[in-house]
């Protein structure tokens, strides 16, 4: 490219010279190189579940309501919404030039569409359970109903009105997910599975998917006919996947990207001398944690779980495996959520020394001793990172006889195994907040949701999360609820916690409106490059 345009440069500077005229040739585009952890599973927003995902599909689509790059509520294809007095008829104004990227427009029928199908059981959505705050949500989703009485409707072409269960304070932030974002019925119906592809794809979103090369990179080009497409002020999104986090930072040092959404922690010393400003970390609201297989022996032993969770030396992982850019962990939910008081487990302040013992007692009273150790399998997907993890896990538990070994697979292949509930022992996992509200992350261990790779199954849960659904519309009580759902469901081990996250962010100072925000949420439509 520099070479094209010192050839220009020359012809330029030589028609002058001989008198002529010289007309500037149009600005290059303009391009950013987004680092991302790694490729999506699908770009179907029905099918995904992944912070991976969510970048890209952030850019592709506009759901009713988005988030600008301070992560807080703008309207998106909705221009604006009212909700009744009892909180449970929301009511969305669809923008009048809002339109599909082939030009059709964006109607109230889409979402409804959108919405049914989300919940269609065939569909298969794993995200489903999230819209169980919708009037009759569940009763499609689990195929007592059908799809046409789920409780949205259009009311004009742009008037889509939905009715909840009951009052649900963090609905119109769940509705940032790329789970309610409107999907085109005619392109479906006309293509089938392969309405994803690259120029079958149509979104209206700030971009349109140009190409998806697995393993290399997802192009996105600049959607002429997104509504704010004039203060868009990138061309082209490349999305490139990396896994390989090391050879993620030659490559940003290198200049090959332009910022990148994870380091190898080993690193971070180094790192920071070396970009100083440039690596950005800070709070993230998101646990660390390990799904332990509830409903497999010798696994469905809660005493087992809680031993082996007791064992497990947060504080050594926070600070010698994540260089303190994480912190210990041992609540599902994580600190920051106002108005919550998380669950901790019972022994969060007993020593390390004590829990081990405590740890050690149990698994010889179950028959697990150094020569004769509980087998455990560890699964984590690629990342320098999370290999530490299970290695100084496997070394933890090594003298209180357990045997664990390791099994690595690529991030699509390892949540592929856990959505379509493949077997495991234990398995590495990590949760990002949908909304800032706590159900977004005790919603994941309900029976129902699909992100429930542990299988936990907890009548008491259900019931307490029940209990502050239906306190929806009273604060205080419903914060109460969900804490003591939390309660049952650490005491109970149906996650392991390990780590609170921080975001690790390298940016070049090329990169503009790359904010700063706990949910790590920076919309390619918001940023510009210099």
């Known amino acids: 490219m520099f070479k094209n345009v010192l050839k220009a440069s020359v012809f330029a500077a030589a028609l002058l010279a001989a008198g002529g005229s010289f007309i500037a040739p ?79 427009p964006v109607t109230a029928e889409d979402f409804v569409y959108a919405f049914r199908r989300l919940e269609d059981p065939a569909t298969g959505a794993e995200y489903a359970s999230m819209l169980y705050v919708v009037k009759n949500a569940e009763e499609v989703n689990t195929g007592k109903i059908k799809p046409e009485e789920l409780g949205v409707r259009a009311v004009d072409d742009k008037t889509f009105e939905v009715t909840l269960k009951s009052p649900t304070p963090y609905f119109l932030e769940m509705l940032t997910h790329q789970s309610t974002y409107p999907v085109s019925k005619a392109a479906i119906d006309k293509l089938g599975a392969d ?27 600049k959607n002429p006919k997104f509504h704010d497409a004039a203060n868009v002020k990138l061309d082209v999104v490349n999305y490139y996947p990396t896994e390989d986090r090391s050879t993620a930072i030659k490559r940003y040092e290198a200049g090959e990207l332009d910022s990148n959404d994870d380091i190898p922690t080993e690193q971070l010393a180094d790192l920071k001398a070396k970009f100083g400003d440039q690596l950005r970390i800070g709070p993230y609201l998101g646990t660390y944690y390990y799904a332990i297989k509830t409903d497999k022996a010798p696994w469905d032993n809660v005493e087992l779980r809680t031993a082996i969770s007791e064992a497990i030396d947060r504080d050594f992982l926070a600070e010698k495996v994540w260089q303190n850019s994480m912190l210990p962990g041992y609540s599902m939910v994580p600190p920051g959520i106002e108005g919550y008081t998380p669950a901790m487990a019972s022994f969060a302040e007993e020593s390390q020394i004590d829990r081990e013992d405590k740890a050690k007692a149990v698994l010889e009273k179950l028959g697990y001793t150094p020569e004769k150790p509980l087998k455990m399998e560890i699964r984590y997907n690629t990342s320098e990172n999370h290999k530490n993890t299970a290695v100084a896990i496997q070394e933890q538990l090594k003298p209180l006889g357990v045997e664990v070994t390791l099994l690595n697979t690529d991030t699509k292949t390892h949540y592929g195994h856990l959505e379509q509930k493949g077997d495991f022992d234990v398995a590495r996992a990590g949760w990002i907040a949908d909304y800032k509200d706590p159900e977004s992350f005790l919603g994941i261990s309900r029976k129902a949701s699909g992100n ?79």
């Open 26 to 104: 149009a600005f290059a585009e303009v391009v950013y190189n987004r680092g991302n952890s790694a490729d999506p599973e699908s770009l179907d927003p029905h099918k995904t579940s992944t912070v991976y995902e969510a970048h890209i599909l952030r850019d592709l689509y506009d759901g009713l309501v988005m988030q600008d790059q301070n992560a807080e509520l703008i309207p998106g294809a909705a221009e604006s919404w009212t909700v009744s007095d009892d909180g449970l008829v929301y009511t969305f104004k669809l923008r009048a030039d809002g339109v599909w990227s082939d030009g059709s």
């Open 195 to 221: 309405w994803i592809k690259p120029g079958n794809l149509v979104s209206n979103g700030a971009f349109t998917l140009a190409e998806f090369v697995p393993n290399d990179h997802i192009r996105l080009v």
């Open 452 to 530: 429930n790779y542990s299988n936990y199954d907890s009548p008491k849960f259900e019931e307490l999360m029940d209990k502050a659904a239906a306190d929806g519309g009273k604060p205080e009580a419903r914060m109460k609820d969900l804490s003591d759902a939390e309660r049952v469901l650490i005491d109970e081990v149906g996650q392991i916690p390990l780590l609170y996250y921080s975001y690790k962010n390298l940016v070049s100072p090329k990169i503009k409106g790359f904010d700063e925000n706990v949910m790590d949420i920076h919309p390619s439509r918001f940023i510009s490059k210099e």
